[in-house]
């Protein structure tokens, strides 16, 4: 983890004049042009992951330094009503939420950039980081140099990430285990009674249109598709589907995105949704078809992904967040906190929004709403300057609730 030493951050600033910030409409190219030279574990930063939703919404922050270097490309998205003129970072949720920097990039680089006008326009009155690894390189520069410019970070911890280290090829302590394996192999015997079973692995150009049917069918029998309001359905929500489609129309990002499928006969009943960087393996999303819950198809599919994974290099698998019971069963130990962070420049605004911020483990955009709220409270009279920001261009709550998205 990077050590940033809080007293040294004033004689690391860079004059304003050194950095120049612009925002541009839609996704910048720069974006690929950094996240090619970040480490395996940031190289899925591309393009195509930050245009999920709405991509012609989306704008990026581009800072250079005198010599016309790019060093940082923040693609934006808007956090509320127009009027409020709040950004969030763009891209998926999962596995977390980042951007690629120049591996140059210093504090007082950072500093620079949130100094700088544009920045200050492009962002409005709060930018919102996350969900993102509070070791995260981003995550820190910019927290570190947002304290030092004198803004108000807020944080609020969402959950833990599990990691599990896994052994080089030919090791003695091979993953999984003897008994695992000789227990998987009873788990398929029985499912096999169900009918044929098969396994498929898919990654480059084995993307299409028939594997996303498969998936989402698989999705649509699950407990997801059966029990949930299916909000957070990775193919099944329509705006995620797309999503899923402009990242693999990456080549390279096609190549990162593996999804494995357990079939019987001609049924798909279960996936592993991954992403393999590097020596790194993202696990992203896994699911079954409820109808085959008996038989643990979501084991065997994990199992096969993993061996996949371990084929193509891959020495460690970061499980992300939930059913830690499970996760730690298969090997995993914590690893990171995951974090969703406010930078707010206001300190009133900072005030209001804190306690419903930090203490919160619910919605983002409830806890941002209801200290919105507080604000006008505390503010009391409606000719209060505070207030009249607030509610700047026909800014009101009950649209907040609806509009601000997590």
């Known amino acids: 983890m990077m050590h940033i030493d ?9 004059a304003l004049g050194a950095i ?30 930050f245009c999920r939703g709405e991509p012609e919404i989306l704008s990026t922050l581009v800072a250079r330094r005198g010599d016309g270097s790019e060093i940082l490309a923040l693609p934006l998205r808007p956090l509320g009503p127009s009027g409020f003129k709040a950004r969030a970072l763009a891209g998926s949720y999962w596995p977390f939420r980042s951007a690629a920097l120049d591996p140059s990039i210093g504090v007082g680089d950072m500093r620079a950039v949130l100094d700088h006008p544009v920045t200050q326009a492009a962002i409005g009155p709060l930018l919102r980081l996350g969900p993102i690894y ?3 390189r981003l995550a820190q520069l910019i927290t570190a140099a947002a304290d030092a410019t004198g803004w108000h ?31 998987l192999r009873r788990m398929a015997s029985r499912l096999e009674e169900q009918g044929p079973l098969s396994l498929r692995t898919v990654r480059g150009s084995d993307w299409s249109d028939q594997v996303f049917h498969d998936l989402r069918q ?19 929500n329509p705006h995620m589907m797309a999503h899923w489609r402009r990242v693999v129309s990456d080549p390279e990002l096609a190549r990162m995105l593996t ?12 996936f592993s949704l991954d992403m393999l960087c590097g020596s790194l393996q993202y696990g992203i999303a896994s699911s079954y078809d409820h109808d085959f819950a008996a038989f643990s198809p979501g084991q065997i599919v994990t199992v096969h992904a993993i061996d996949d994974g371990l084929a193509q290099g891959s020495r460690q698998i970061d499980w992300g967040a939930g059913d830690s019971g499970y996760k730690q069963e298969l090997g995993a ?17 900072a005030a209001a929004l804190r306690p419903r911020w930090e203490e919160s483990t619910g919605s983002g ?31 009101a709550l009950s649209a907040a609730a609806s509009m601000l998205a997590d």
């Open 6 to 14: 809080p007293k040294r951050l004033r004689t690391q600033a860079v």
């Open 20 to 49: 120049d910030c612009v925002v541009v409409p839609g996704v910048s190219p720069v974006i690929n042009q950094l996240a090619a030279a970040a480490p395996a574990s940031h190289g899925f930063l591309r393009d195509a992951w």
């Open 134 to 136: 509070h070791d995260d």
């Open 153 to 183: 970070v807020l944080v609020r911890d969402i959950g833990q990430s599990f990691i599990q280290d896994l052994p080089a090829p030919g090791a003695a302590d091979g993953w999984p285990s003897k008994s695992r394996r000789k227990k």
């Open 218 to 236: 698989i999705e649509e029998n699950s407990w997801v598709g059966t029990r949930t309001d299916r909000s957070g359905a990775k193919f099944l």
């Open 259 to 270: 999804a494995s499928l357990l079939y019987v006969g001609d049924r798909p009943i279960a």
């Open 333 to 349: 130990r914590p690893g990171s906190r995951i974090q969703d962070i406010l930078l707010v420049r206001s300190a009133s605004l």
């Open 365 to 395: 955009t409830r806890a941002i709403v209801a200290g919105l709220a507080d604000a006008i409270k505390v503010t009391g009279l409606p000719s209060s300057l505070t207030l009249r920001r607030l509610l700047m261009s026909g800014l």
